[in-house]
């Protein structure tokens, strides 16, 4: 098993910065992969981010290239999600999840954690 533990939400005005959390412990040997996704009400889980542990190749969808940024920190067992430019329609539940393909399906990914809430005030 794979735990996955986020932190760092929270509520921002638009325009503003957060950065997001992902501390991964268990048998972190079948989670190469770390994904963001995010799911606001009414709507489906979205891709958001992924980077793969070993290399720090990373993999973004379209939409949040140049405003998010992944990243981690092999030492620490954390994974990060700078969130800069934040808008309204970034309001979602954050979730981080673990995998052995980096893909932007969520079913591609074995390993959730339980979400952080982001809210951006316009």
């Known amino acids: 098993q794979v735990q996955l533990v986020e932190s760092g939400g929270g509520l921002v005005q638009a325009g503003g910065s957060l950065t997001l959390s992902c501390a991964r412990s268990?048998?972190?040997?079948?989670?190469?992969?770390m994904g963001w996704f995010r799911q606001a009400p009414g709507k489906e889980r979205e891709f958001v981010a992924a980077?793969?542990?070993?290399?720090?190749?990373?993999n973004y969808a379209d939409s949040m290239k140049g405003r998010f940024t992944i990243s981690r920190d092999n030492a620490k067992n954390t994974v990060y999600l700078q969130m800069n430019y934040l808008k309204p329609e970034d309001t979602a539940v954050y979730y981080c999840?673990?995998?052995?393909?980096?893909?932007?399906?969520?079913?591609?990914?074995?390993?959730w954690g339980q979400g952080t809430q982001v809210t951006v005030s316009s």
């Open positions: 999840a673990a995998g052995s393909l980096s893909t932007d399906v969520p079913g591609d990914y074995a390993y």
């Open positions: 268990g048998r972190t040997f079948s989670s190469r992969i």
């Open positions: 980077i793969t542990w070993s290399s720090g190749n990373t």
